[in-house]
């Protein structure tokens, strides 16, 4: 199967699954993520219509992306869509125009600090861990409807990230658990959605993005509301060792 064909299947489903809640497709930003593939494999995504791509190191990112920003003229958005050690945020900035994985008001603050220093606002989500998975990053957010102290405490976070300059935050991000049936994911999904109406009407802002769902759950996410899926093996094949 060639990236071309990968990606049509994959466009075929998105289209599918957002004409089952009667959502328009052009309302989901398809996200090819590269991680462990070359940068010859970006470039053949691109020439097939690709704009948005994602890696998920700091350290791979910076070696790809400048190959193929060199030899391609087209407009690429690049996404950082995996954990991000505080140490290496500073490198972040030059490379990706959205990081998806905020996942502490520490490392808010030194993106906010960054990017004011490069004179520049950077797009973010705010990654949040609603399934209360131990292995998931992001802000503790499980049982945030039906606890208060849970609550409590990731408002005064988010509320403290939302006033941070250089920063434009544009929604929320979560991991589901790996699941065997992609039904079983819908619950963390919904959950997700539901949190960001409830920070919407709490902060009085707009959080129009929602970045859930990946290769092996992304159509239940867009029946949930996903603006953005991070889709890798379905386009790419599997990963490189």
Request: hydrophobic fraction near 45%; charge should be neutral; aromatic fraction near 4%.
């Amino acid at each position: 199967m060639t990236i071309e064909r990968n990606l049509s299947q994959v466009r075929e489903t998105i289209a599918a699954a957002c004409a089952r809640v009667n959502r328009d497709p052009s309302s989901v930003t398809l996200i090819a993520v590269s991680k462990t593939h070359s940068a010859n494999s970006i470039l053949e995504a691109l020439a097939v219509g690709m704009q948005h791509f994602g890696e998920n190191r700091v350290e791979e990112g910076s070696v790809k992306i400048p190959v193929v920003n060199q030899q391609s003229t087209a407009s690429i958005v690049w996404h950082m869509v995996g954990h991000v050690q505080s140490r290496k945020a500073k490198d972040v900035l030059p490379l990706f125009q959205v990081v998806h994985s905020v996942d502490s008001l520490k490392l808010a603050e030194r993106f906010s600090r960054f990017a004011i220093e490069a004179d520049k606002r950077l797009d973010v989500l705010i990654e949040v861990n609603v399934s209360g998975e131990e292995s998931k990053s992001g802000f503790p957010a499980s049982g945030w409807s039906s606890d208060a102290r849970v609550r409590e405490r990731l408002w005064q976070e988010i509320g403290q990230m939302l006033a941070l300059p250089g920063l434009n935050v544009r929604g929320l991000m979560t991991m589901a658990p790996i699941v065997e049936h992609m039904e079983q994911a819908r619950p963390v999904f919904a959950n997700l959605a539901i949190l960001r109406e409830a920070l919407v009407s709490a902060f009085d802002v707009r959080l129009p993005d929602l970045s859930m769902g990946m290769t092996d759950d992304y159509p239940v996410a867009i029946e949930e509301g996903a603006t953005l899926v991070r889709v890798g093996r379905a386009i790419f094949g599997e990963r490189n060792k």
